[in-house]
């Protein structure tokens, strides 16, 4: 089935066209009704036979390498994220909820980059580029800057801050 037709029905027929259409241009011939042209319909189909890869979702090294060696952008973000989950859930020195929180958002913001400088980064595109940048940069930021407004003794003092807790808490 190409683009712009429609799936037959059980008894090989199309929606759109008959046995009776007119042939045109958009016309193509169908099993079962001998010379008779069916019209094509305009239509999208009602089910989806498959989905497309996001641009860049192929393989990020070749396709003899382990699989590991295949997804090595997608595996760095993790690595770097479950070291900022294991520094905070373990809390082995002071200040480590913060340290461990940049290094999550830092695990995102480099997403965010290798998303957009290698051409091929494997499983690490779930969406389009943009959006995949968006996402990822947009979430690492926030991360990274709640981490360092956090209370006690916040690293970034940033005053509207404290006039908006003011007014919305107080």
Do not use: H, N
């Not at 089935?1 to 046995?19: H, I, N, V, Y």
Request: glycine share 14%.
């Amino acid at each position: 089935m190409g683009a712009g037709t429609s799936p037959a029905g059980p008894d090989g027929s199309s929606e759109s066209g008959g046995e009776g259409a007119v042939a045109g241009p958009g016309a193509v011939t169908g099993p079962g009704t001998g010379s008779a042209p069916r019209r094509r319909s305009r239509r999208f189909p009602k089910f989806t036979r498959d989905t497309a890869r996001p641009e860049g979702g192929g393989r990020a090294a070749s396709g003899d390498a382990p699989a590991p060696a295949r997804q090595w952008p997608l595996l760095t973000v993790l690595c770097a994220a479950g070291a900022g989950l294991l520094i905070v859930a373990l809390d082995p020195f002071d200040q480590a909820f913060r340290i461990g929180t940049i290094l999550i958002g830092g695990a995102l913001i480099a997403g965010a980059v290798l998303r957009w400088v290698v051409p091929s980064v494997g499983m690490l595109a779930v969406r389009s580029r943009f959006t995949d940048l968006v996402t990822y940069g947009l979430m690492g930021t926030l991360i990274v800057l709640l981490a360092l407004v956090a209370q006690p003794k916040p690293w970034l003092d940033v005053p509207i801050l404290e006039d908006a807790v003011r007014f919305t808490v107080r």
